[in-house]
């Protein structure tokens, strides 16, 4: 008969000892391991207490739902600032969910009996205007002692510490801690907790954080209340990030508007400084992979800039980069301009000072400062946004400025035809400091006349008012010859500079597009690109829109570029080309004139008659790049339009052989010492192959001249293929590549995998351009050798399961800085039969090969597509093997991996070796009491109340691992369902033959329905990391009594079946098992409590098992509830009961014997 539950009350000890609590300090519960969810599966031995209203949740990415106007709840976790990152929170929004309705979260316990001074830490979050309260409780031994800490209201967008000290429960050995949210007045009160602690402490409260001015840096908890304080005359500004989950994408800058001066810069993290009271201010937020940082896949990242407190701007939703100007007056931002008129006399009354001004008719208009200053004046118009304007000294980035070029001595004078409805943006500007106002006026001087008649040799593009008479026929000798572009010589030799440059990782786009040749620290040589058209004719280019055929937007930035603008050489005394630079035409347009009038602005761009374009020395990628370059003699050589194609209305140069601009220098100082040159006399002639000065002819791969050979044309078709990108992973796998001038794509000196992503690259950008309108046949993707080690981006491989009995070893890859296009490695300790894809975003498009008998593994992306980024190691590839040839797998070396631009990135192997002589397979099955439905089937209400956690919990309840333990649930697994759906974690003990309490090896697996237990992979035999031989086997559960073989069983890298459901598997001990009824044996439940390294079973007296039960609901309610993944629950259907049906406390009764409840029995392991 059970034992009525008033005997039981009546009948507790007084002191209920430790259940399964943790004994290793600090603890520290940041809840990764806990499964996102509503309440999802939490942490091991962490609930949710029943008789309240509402659960705690396990949450990332926000409470907001995807909405950034939802201003309550977490952003991103506490542990790492991001949305990935996990924590537990309450849901106020919810039906039902407000207001003030109570929601419990029951921690683990802990044994703190060995904390001199112990304490619980823990960081909250309380964001919005309805907010409730957070108040924590202590538990010990079944005593509760209420509201030992609360807080209430709004407490802000970040998250802040609580701290209780724990020195009133000194010594208890099973301490809880209930964190109780009561929800507010509505939906804007959503609360949660993260990072929650137990250690000894010695308590240090104050404030943390350097930027503060009462920074302490003994401080070990933070009471709030740091202060930011700044001197009279200055402003605070602050910014704060939490990122999405691609951290290392972000970077900012805050500068001085008036001028650039960069005043911060960060990356993932924000920060808090000082600015005068008067700085005009803009910031600027990056994403490297253009995608901001607030994305429905990515996660919903958000960034805050304040002023003295005050929020001036909240975002996350934009491409690479957003911009926002604050604390500005009239005039001070491009973003604040002034409004100004044609015919009218402004008067900047501050320099550097903005106007916008548009056009009212097409027509040549004059901006001009002439008449009106007698300072030095300069003037800048942009047609482009304001946040696409890099600010300069210089002329450079401008659309049209004038520096006392315009004929007016020290004032500005810009000339040019504009458009109608045409914004410009007007910048005001002095040299040195010699005005502190300046006034300027804009004049029309009449529409644009000119030949409109697209089919006579003056047509003229700008012209919106035909010309009476002036139109030439082709071929009529009055006929301008037409446009001549050439690099002015002395504005190159005049601006030589050497100086270094840092390209950061995030500057991904400096090393693809060739600015430079890597990342890190460069040495540079400066220069000044001018480009003169000294011929008859303008060299029209046109818009994007209206000329898209001279624009290439196949490039790193994805801006329209106009790609035949220069090109910088460095010939050596061989004149053997070394291409150190490159230079896109972002806007190609009319800088000044020596005799003609400009026209051409970014919005319609082109050099006209008579004028010039120029890229200053101080503009990024204006530079050759002599990093890796030796000491030595050589030609610096600048070409424009080097391969002589016709402007957009097809009118072709005059002259091409004057498209150069050539200076001799001399560099000193070999790579990794100091850097330095001079102007030197004495370089060898520049001739191209056939001996014509700067001649475009060049060597084929073969080293003939002008040959008709392509780099890469492996199967010798004449074409660049998929297919040769094909015939290079057949080479590869066959070990018969061999690196020549036409094989190595990317100079390396060897064939791997890169090569022939490629030329897969190579073919895939063709195809897209070939789709896009084009007069530029430039191809600079299909030109080799290219290519560069990506630092940034770092992929790593290691072994994620390996199943004897199938023959197989599965490779994970973890890839979260980039997405992947190619992968090429060595394994060891097996020979090869197959290599299958296991990432489902990539099936049919990442196709492997292996070497049939031999080692190599190859896998690529041949069309377009590449593997996303994840952030974990996730399944890449399969390996079916015909045997195992060493005592270890390895992965024995990568020789490439390629991410989707078809750059090598950092290649790194995790955890790449298995030990198969030391590693054994078994296909064990058992049934556990607790969950037993009978018919040899158990129920899986931990599964289906998604409370199974990711990872093994043996570890965290104190369970000795041996080779063992961390443990991890594969992907999908959980989705199962029928036999094999999972019930629970079990643990595996492999011990010695002739001393089976000695624990040789251990592994966690998982438990099916009908009792197999798995690998972590839900299918595959249970591998144990030892060597082949006799053991002792036992399985454990954490609540369950554990069980082992009587005798040694013989175990090998094939697997041994040991079924301890039946009777013919003789056990240890007496009564190991309990006899389930149909000839079917199973584990005894009811052990809540583990006593040792052998635990046994009581229903009273001291550290029995009942009590544990009763703690966990509450001793003063014991008809209360508690939801979660539990030790106290003993029938594993995911709630902890002490009365009622079902409860946990009954099977504890039975089976110690319900007649004699004071009955003990005895766990059957040595």
Not at 214 to 240: E, F, H, M, W
């Amino acid at each position: 008969m059970l034992r009525p539950t008033s005997l039981v009350l009546s009948t507790l000890v007084a002191t209920l000892c430790a259940a399964q609590c943790v004994t290793s300090f600090p603890s520290t519960q940041n809840f990764t391991s806990g499964t996102v969810g509503t309440p999802g599966t939490l942490p091991s031995n962490w609930s949710n207490l029943g008789g309240d209203d509402l659960n705690w949740n396990v949450d990332n990415n926000g409470t907001n739902g995807g909405n950034m106007s939802i201003a309550t709840g977490p952003i991103g976790d506490h542990t790492s600032n991001n949305t990935g990152g996990k924590y537990m929170y309450v849901e106020a929004d919810a039906s039902g969910a407000t207001p003030g309705k109570t929601a419990i979260l029951q921690s683990q316990c802990w044994n703190i009996a060995g904390l001199t001074s112990p304490y619980l830490t823990f960081w909250y979050h309380m964001r919005g205007t309805q907010m409730g309260s957070l108040t924590v409780d202590v538990d010990a031994n079944g005593s509760v002692t209420s509201n030992v800490w609360t807080q209430s209201g709004d407490h802000g967008l970040k998250w802040r510490q609580g701290w209780v000290n724990l020195a009133p429960w000194a010594g208890q050995t099973n301490l809880r801690v209930r964190f109780r949210a009561i929800t507010g007045t509505g939906a804007l009160s959503d609360i949660a907790i993260d990072d929650v602690e137990v250690r000894s402490l010695t308590p240090v409260p104050g404030c943390p954080d350097p930027l503060a001015s009462n920074y302490n840096g003994a401080v070990n908890l933070n009471d709030g209340s740091c202060a930011y304080q700044c001197p009279t005359g200055q402003k605070r500004v602050t910014i704060d990030i939490v990122n999405d989950n691609y951290a290392g994408e972000t970077s900012w800058t805050l500068k001085n508007s008036a001028d650039g001066t960069l005043l911060a810069s960060g990356t993932s993290t924000g920060t808090s400084l000082c600015v005068p009271t008067s700085t005009c201010l803009v910031f600027r937020i990056n994403d490297s992979a253009g995608d901001g940082i607030w994305h429905n896949s990515y996660g919903y990242g958000q960034y805050w800039v304040y002023l003295d407190g005050a929020l001036v701007k909240q975002g996350g939703q934009f491409g690479a980069y957003e911009e926002t100007s604050f604390n500005c007056g009239p005039g001070q931002t491009c973003a604040t301009a002034l409004t100004a008129q044609t015919g009218v006399v402004y008067t900047a009354p501050m320099l550097e000072y903005w106007y916008d001004w548009t056009p009212a008719a097409t027509g040549s208009y004059t901006i001009t400062t002439c008449g009106l200053n007698s300072c030095d004046t300069k003037l800048w118009l942009y047609d482009f946004a304001c946040g696409s304007i890099n600010l300069s000294s210089g002329l450079e980035g401008s659309t049209f400025a004038d520096d006392d070029l315009g004929g007016c001595g020290t004032q500005a004078v810009i000339t040019a035809n504009m458009p109608a409805g045409q914004t410009y943006h007007i910048r005001v500007g002095t040299n040195g400091g010699s005005c502190s106002t300046a006034s300027f006026r804009i004049d029309f001087n009449g529409a644009a006349v000119g030949c409109m008649d697209q089919n006579s040799c003056n047509f003229d593009p700008l012209a919106t008012v035909a010309c009476s008479g002036c139109c030439l026929p082709v071929g009529d000798p009055a006929c301008p010859e037409g446009p001549d572009l050439t690099i002015n010589q002395n504005a190159l030799a005049n601006s030589l500079s050497i100086t270094t440059v840092n390209i950061a990782p995030s500057d991904v786009c400096a090393v693809e597009e060739g600015c430079v040749k890597g990342f890190g620290t460069r040495n540079v040589i400066r220069f000044n690109t001018r480009i003169d058209n000294i011929g008859e004719l303008d060299y029209y280019i046109g818009s994007p829109t209206s000329q898209p055929g001279m624009f290439d937007t196949q490039n790193c930035h994805g801006h329209a570029h106009y790609s035949g603008y220069a090109d910088y050489l460095l010939f050596g005394q061989d004149n053997e080309p070394m291409p150190v630079g490159f230079k896109n035409g972002y806007c190609v347009i009319d800088v000044g004139c020596f005799g003609g009038t400009s026209h051409y602005g970014c919005s319609n761009m082109g050099i006209s008659a008579q004028c010039y374009d120029q890229y200053g020395s101080g503009t990024t990628c204006n530079w050759i790049d002599i990093t890796d370059v030796p000491a030595g003699l050589y030609t610096l050589v600048l070409r424009t339009n080097w391969a002589r194609r016709p402007d957009a209305l097809g009118r072709h140069e005059t002259n091409y052989a004057n498209n150069y601009g050539a200076v001799c220098i001399n560099i000193t100082g070999n790579p990794g010492e100091p850097r330095g040159f001079n102007v030197a006399t004495g370089c060898t002639p520049v001739v191209d192959c056939l001996n014509q000065p700067y001649g475009s002819a060049l060597p084929d791969c073969t080293g003939a001249c002008n040959g008709p050979v392509k780099t890469g044309d492996v199967n010798e078709n004449g074409a660049q293929e998929i297919s040769d990108a094909q015939m290079y992973v057949n080479m590869i796998i066959g070990n018969d590549a061999t690196a020549t001038p036409c094989t190595d794509l990317n100079d390396d000196g060897v064939i791997t995998v890169t090569d022939a992503a490629l030329m897969a690259n190579c073919n895939n950008r063709q195809a897209n351009h070939d789709q896009q309108p084009h007069l530029v046949h430039y191809h600079p993707w299909c030109s080799f050798p290219r290519g560069y080690l990506s630092i940034p981006d770092t992929v790593d491989l290691t072994i994620g399961a390996f199943d004897p009995n199938g023959q197989y070893v599965d490779i994970w890859v973890k890839n979260s800085a980039c997405r992947t296009m190619g992968f090429e490695f060595t394994m060891s300790g097996l020979t090869i039969q197959s290599v299958t894809n296991l990432d489902p975003q990539v099936q049919g498009d990442l196709l492997w090969a292996g070497a049939l008998g031999g080692t190599k593994v190859v896998g690529i992306c041949y069309n377009d597509s590449s593997l996303a980024k994840h952030t974990g190691f996730s399944p890449l590839c399969r390996i079916n093997y015909f045997e195992l040839t060493g005592a270890q797998i390895c992965i024995a070396s990568i020789q490439d991996i390629v991410n989707n631009g078809a750059n090598n990135v950092v290649a790194r192997i995790v955890d790449g070796c298995l030990n198969t002589g030391n590693a054994v397979a078994a296909d064990i099955k058992v049934l556990l009491e607790g969950p037993y439905q009978g018919a040899g089937m158990m129920d899986d209400a931990l599964r289906t109340a998604s409370l199974v956690p990711g990872a093994e919990p043996y570890t965290t309840l104190g369970f000795t691992q041996t080779g063992g333990g961390g443990e991890v649930l594969g992907a999908g697994v959980l989705d199962v369902v029928g036999n094999n759906a999972i019930v629970d974690w079990v643990l595996v003990e492999l011990r010695n033959a002739q001393s089976p309490a000695q624990v040789v090896a251990t592994r966690c697996g998982l438990l099916q329905r009908d009792g197999d237990i798995v690998s972590v992979d839900g299918m595959g035999s249970l591998i144990l990391p030892a060597v082949p031989g006799s053991y002792h086997v036992a399985v454990r559960h954490r609540n369950h009594f554990g069980v082992m073989t009587a005798s040694p069983v013989v175990l090998s890298g094939s697997s041994t079946a040991i079924d301890f459901t039946q009777t013919g598997t003789a056990t240890w001990g007496t009564d190991a098992r309990k006899n389930f009824g149909g000839g079917l044996w199973g584990l005894w439940s009811g052990n809540t409590r583990r006593d040792g390294n052998i635990s046994l079973l009581k229903y009273t007296g001291g550290n029995n098992d009942r009590d544990p039960i009763l703690v966990i609901v509450g001793s003063s309610t014991p008809t209360a509830i508690v939801a979660g993944y539990s030790s106290e629950d003993a029938n594993l259907n995911g709630v902890v009961k002490y009365t009622g049906n079902g409860n946990d406390r009954d099977p504890i009764l039975v089976n110690v014997g319900s007649i004699l409840p004071n009955g003990i029995r005895t766990e059957q392991l040595p």
